[in-house]
């Protein structure tokens, strides 16, 4: 008996020593397996450009090589405290609604943003930093957490949670994990690098474009058109506006709009003190906000910027020095913030803005200075032309009255001869009128109704809309103009306090016999009951020159005031 379990001995271990090769084999083989589906995520990973598709693939990567459950890639925003994105594998669309918003990084989220270095944990709740889940969050145990660095820089974490099988993450899978994290980190510098040439590319073309627009003479209007709609291309950004300064105020007043509503953003005015444009011109730097519709530091001016976010106001400098107004432009709510990296190039967009602002100057210049050389030449012709050869006829048409034998036909031909007298006195008074230069013009009543609409700016909100008819300058004596300024002044002051309005009209005409001011809004129309005192002295200015004063509240809506008096006084 002995004998034959001596002989046993030397089989029983040749079995255990099979046993253990063939697990020593199997062993290799999962590593070989393991190693093999690292290589193919790896170069899954490497093969894509496209920043998003990368991030994408590397989270879902990350799950299958650990056979994790749930996994996610959180990156870190460019203030390193929070996440700025947050991608996620294992949760259905459906739950995600249903748990609510992304995490921003607190918690044990952030456990890795304050320290990057790996995390193992067999029970996520028992961390000190863990706080636990929302509601309707899917119940996660086991936990392995992994920093992505690109370069010298930690670009995001991953996070995986809930090993298939029941089983706790090991070193095996942190050590994957952390190799995969390496891989990940030289496909996102390259992605970004490839992002960064083609965006440089895309900046490149827009520039030529500008470029060629401003050197074929293309309008301002058309030029800024131009850079609004490339720099939103580009950026990715919901709306474009380019506000310039207010003469004599502290606002700027939204000269162009793109993007979102811009009807109603355009002709804005909005104060340089709480708004985002007005912070960028008073600095004469970039200046950005992380939330544009909910930033408390920005308060002027009416709410339009709902459902925005990131943004940022780039100052637009003028060769001669100071700013000439500022580009802003904005994502929406959710949206990645403007990097330095976007921001660089934007300055020089800014730079062409500047120059077509400063070009639409200077070809306003040139059309004034063409217009008054124009006029003068008129001017000139009529005086030395025109005139004479009336006066001439006027002289003929007097002597040969005087061999009419018919009285009636005498008549006729001395009141032709007063006509042409009086058209004389007509064609004196535009003489005057286009020969009125610089300061004289600035007394005008053309002149003053403008200046008086663009003060009534800033109280608005917005510009009115302005309409001039007739010799305004010429035939509306001083002291009629001056009470004609006073009730434009009032009624665009009662529009502003009083009306609520969006839209305001005003029509300033001289008909010959009077001048008529009329101001159209579109706001709440007249109280049946309140107060009246500034109605009151509308209409008493009117009734002390002879005219009158009517106030109604159309059927369409809102204020229509109507104010008139004679010429002669």
């Known amino acids: 008996m002995g004998d034959e379990v001596r002989s046993r001995i030397p089989q029983l271990r040749l079995d255990e020593l099979l046993a253990e090769l063939q697990a020593r084999i199997d062993a290799a083989r999962g590593t070989r397996d393991r190693v093999h589906s690292l290589l193919e995520a790896v170069l899954s990973v490497g093969r894509e450009l496209d920043l998003p598709q990368v991030l994408r693939r590397i989270v879902e990567a990350a799950a299958v090589l650990v056979d994790a459950r749930y996994a996610a890639l959180g990156v870190i925003s460019p203030d390193g405290e929070t996440l700025s994105q947050f991608l996620t594998v294992g949760v259905s669309e459906e739950e995600i609604s249903r748990i609510g918003p992304y995490p921003t990084g607190r918690g044990l989220l952030g456990e890795l943003i304050r320290r990057p270095e790996p995390l193992r944990l067999l029970d996520l709740s028992e961390h000190p930093a863990s706080y636990g889940c929302p509601a309707h969050h899917p119940v996660m145990r086991t936990f392995l957490g992994v920093p992505v660095r690109v370069r010298d820089e930690v670009f995001g974490n991953l996070y995986l949670t809930d090993k298939r099988g029941g089983g706790e993450f090991e070193a095996d899978d942190e050590s994957v994990i952390s190799t995969l994290a390496v891989a990940a980190g030289v496909a996102i510098d390259n992605a970004r690098l490839y992002e960064e040439a083609q965006r440089r590319q895309r900046w490149l073309s827009a520039s030529a474009e500008i470029t060629r627009a401003l050197l074929s003479g293309g309008s301002r209007g058309d030029v800024l058109d131009l850079i609004a709609q490339r720099a939103r291309e580009i950026t990715g950004a919901e709306l474009a506006d380019v506000s310039v300064p207010v003469a004599g105020t502290d606002t700027v007043r939204v000269e162009f709009a793109s993007g979102g509503d811009a009807a109603a953003r355009l002709g804005l005015v909005v104060p340089l003190e709480g708004s985002l444009?007005?912070?960028?011109?008073?600095?004469?730097?970039?200046?950005?906000?992380?939330?544009?519709?909910?930033?408390?530091?920005?308060?002027?001016?009416?709410?339009?910027?709902?459902?925005?976010?990131?943004?940022?106001?780039?100052?637009?400098?003028?060769?001669?020095?100071?700013?000439?107004?500022?580009?802003l432009l904005a994502r929406r709510q959710g949206g990645t913030a403007f990097t330095e990296q976007e921001i660089g190039p934007l300055l020089g967009f800014a730079d062409q803005a500047a120059l077509a602002l400063?070009?639409?100057?200077?070809?306003?210049?040139?059309?004034?200075?063409?217009?008054?050389?124009?006029?003068?030449?008129?001017?000139?012709?009529?005086?030395?032309?025109?005139?004479?050869?009336?006066?001439?006829?006027?002289?003929?048409?007097?002597?040969?009255?005087?061999?009419?034998?018919?009285?009636?036909?005498?008549?006729?031909?001395?009141?032709?001869?007063?006509?042409?007298?009086?058209?004389?006195?007509?064609?004196?008074?535009?003489?005057?009128?286009?020969?009125?230069?610089?300061a004289a013009s600035a007394q005008g009543l053309r002149a003053q109704v403008v200046r008086a609409a663009e003060v009534a700016q800033a109280s608005l909100?917005?510009?009115?809309?302005?309409?001039?008819?007739?010799?305004?300058?010429?035939?509306?004596?001083?002291?009629?103009?001056?009470?004609?300024?006073?009730?434009?002044?009032?009624?665009?002051?009662?529009?502003?306090?009083?009306?609520?309005?969006?839209?305001?009209?005003?029509?300033?005409?001289?008909?010959?016999?009077?001048?008529?001011?009329?101001?159209?809004?579109?706001?709440?129309?007249?109280?049946?009951?309140?107060?009246?005192?500034?109605?009151?002295?509308?209409?008493?200015?009117?009734?002390?020159?002879?005219?009158?004063?009517?106030?109604?509240s159309p059927p369409e809506g809102g204020t229509r005031l109507e104010w008139a008096v004679p010429l002669g006084g």
């Open 277 to 327: 444009s007005g912070r960028a011109f008073t600095a004469g730097q970039p200046e950005t906000s992380a939330d544009l519709a909910d930033d408390p530091g920005l308060h002027a001016g009416p709410r339009r910027f709902e459902g925005l976010g990131p943004a940022v106001a780039v100052p637009l400098g003028r060769a001669e020095g100071g700013i000439g107004g500022v580009l």
């Open 358 to 438: 400063e070009l639409g100057e200077r070809r306003r210049d040139a059309e004034q200075l063409a217009m008054l050389e124009d006029r003068d030449r008129i001017a000139r012709d009529l005086h030395d032309l025109a005139i004479q050869r009336l006066f001439a006829t006027g002289m003929t048409l007097q002597s040969a009255a005087r061999l009419i034998e018919h009285p009636g036909a005498a008549d006729r031909v001395l009141r032709a001869v007063g006509d042409l007298d009086e058209t004389i006195k007509i064609i004196r008074s535009t003489i005057f009128g286009l020969r009125v230069r610089d």
């Open 461 to 552: 909100g917005f510009a009115p809309r302005l309409s001039m008819e007739g010799l305004l300058d010429t035939d509306v004596p001083v002291d009629i103009a001056d009470q004609v300024v006073a009730v434009l002044g009032e009624a665009l002051s009662n529009s502003a306090r009083h009306a609520g309005a969006a839209r305001v009209e005003v029509v300033v005409r001289a008909t010959g016999t009077q001048v008529v001011l009329t101001v159209r809004d579109d706001g709440v129309g007249i109280p049946a009951q309140g107060r009246r005192s500034g109605l009151r002295n509308l209409a008493e200015r009117a009734e002390k020159l002879g005219g009158t004063f009517e106030a109604a």
